[in-house]
């Protein structure tokens, strides 16, 4: 008998389909100009550019089913 993931826990194939998910609605947004997965204090560092706070409110209510997220703004450039 196999085990089976405790209820808290989805289903591997589950996570791999979220991710997937996930990774699709990267690929479809245009004002994405990088996106990396990272380690440490969050999975993925996402650089989107806005022109209007309306435009990025909606990438913002797009992102939010895939999980919780942290906006900060860019102020100087410094190298590049």
Do not use: W
């Amino acid at each position: 008998q196999g085990k089976t993931p405790p209820p808290c826990c989805p289903p591997p194939e589950s996570a791999h389909n979220r991710f997937a998910e996930f990774e699709r609605f990267l690929h479809s947004e245009s004002g994405i100009e990088s996106a990396d997965k990272t380690s440490g204090d969050g999975c993925y560092h996402i650089v989107y550019t806005a022109d209007t706070p309306s435009e990025l409110e909606a990438f913002l209510a797009g992102l939010s089913p895939h999980g919780r997220y942290r906006v900060a703004s860019g102020l100087k450039r410094m190298v590049g």
